[in-house]
């Protein structure tokens, strides 16, 4: 994002594959194409393949705020990828993720519950997620630099589990964090590290937001932040925090590693915002994958009617 010479909307579509089916099928990533050239460009044209493993999550309850707008292809979603930890190019995360286990299923992936709460504690992703019922909801994903995607999620609302760790009278903000493992994310000087997020109470509580373990009827892969990411539909892509190791209540609107890298480019809220362009380029747009004409980005990503409320009497322009 920030870092870009490259214009994002400037992927080809001929290198998308329709693929929306959902079918049991092993997942294969041919990374022979040389990788310095493969951090350059998406990586389907480096000759790169993703298909779908067979499904894991069966029967999930279906949601009346899914879309019915065509997914995008698992092999776009899966290998077009933002994970600056794992590098800065589109194909970076993919390639990276093939000869490494992300997440390191030999260790247990431990999420801390911690601040203004009553029922703080630190779990084992199992028993973090046992509690709730996982549900599809098919969403657009919009990200700042300009492309956007359809994406069939698997998870619960954050909402659960928030009522769960019970925030008390001084929670206003919700601060997320990922996990940061020098060993295995070697790029280290992009952000500050580890990549942080947050939302405000009401925007963290609202159903639309939610925690995803899942994509296209199985687990996430790694690239897309396995075990545990953020789906926040109306806000930028960057918003979507992945591989999330905390969660904490705080009083004070917590900053974020993208507004502390560019603080005039990424704000707090982020919300889609067609009228508002980033300072270095329009957001009135935005390249669906897949699709060779780009299309009207709608305000808050076409969620207006579930979330328009939580910003009545707030000037978006200046809470970017
Ligand atoms: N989370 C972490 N930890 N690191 C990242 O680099 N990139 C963000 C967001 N979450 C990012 C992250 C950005 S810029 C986008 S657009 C989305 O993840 C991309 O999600 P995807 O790769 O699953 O499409």
């Not at 790029?187 to 509580?205: F, K, Q, S």
């Not at 687990?219 to 932040?225: A, I, M, R």
Request: proline share 7%; net charge neutral; glycine share 6%.
């Amino acid at each position: 994002m920030f870092i870009r010479k490259k214009r994002l909307g400037e992927l080809p579509a001929s290198d998308i594959t329709d693929h929306h089916v959902y079918l049991g099928r092993r997942k294969f990533l041919n990374n022979t194409a040389a990788i310095a050239t493969a951090s350059l460009l998406p990586l389907s044209l480096v000759n790169a393949k993703a298909e779908l493993p067979e499904a894991t999550y069966l029967n999930l309850k279906q949601s009346h705020y899914s879309t019915d707008e065509k997914p995008t292809s698992y092999e776009s979603i899966t290998t077009y990828n933002n994970y600056y930890e794992f590098g800065t190019g589109k194909s970076d995360p993919a390639l990276r993720l093939e000869s490494i286990e992300f997440p390191d299923k030999s260790k247990p992936w431990r999420v801390s519950i911690e601040g203004e709460c009553d029922k703080p504690g630190e779990y084992d992703y199992d028993d973090l997620i046992r509690p709730f019922t996982l549900e599809e909801r098919i969403y657009r994903f919009r990200c700042v630099e300009g492309w956007s995607m359809v994406i069939p999620w698997i998870g619960f609302p954050l909402a659960d589990l928030i009522k769960r760790a019970q925030p008390n009278s001084r929670a206003k903000f919700v601060e997320f964090t990922t996990l940061y493992d020098p060993a295995i994310m070697t790029r280290r000087n992009v952000l500050d590290w580890p990549y942080t997020e947050g939302l405000r109470i009401d925007e963290a509580m609202n159903p639309l937001t939610l925690l995803a373990v899942g994509l296209y009827g199985s687990e996430l892969p790694g690239q897309n932040g396995a075990p545990i990411r953020l789906v926040v539909p109306w806000k930028y892509g960057f918003k979507n925090i992945k591989s999330i190791v905390k969660i904490r209540f705080v009083e004070e609107m917590p900053n974020s590693a993208w507004m502390k890298a560019g603080p005039r480019e990424y704000g707090f809220y982020s919300n889609v915002n067609p009228d508002v362009a980033h300072p270095r380029w329009s957001q009135s747009k935005e390249r669906r994958l897949g699709e060779f004409l780009k299309r009207k980005t709608e305000m808050f990503n076409g969620y207006a009617e579930d979330v328009a409320h939580l910003y009545t009497g707030m000037d978006l322009t200046k809470h970017f």
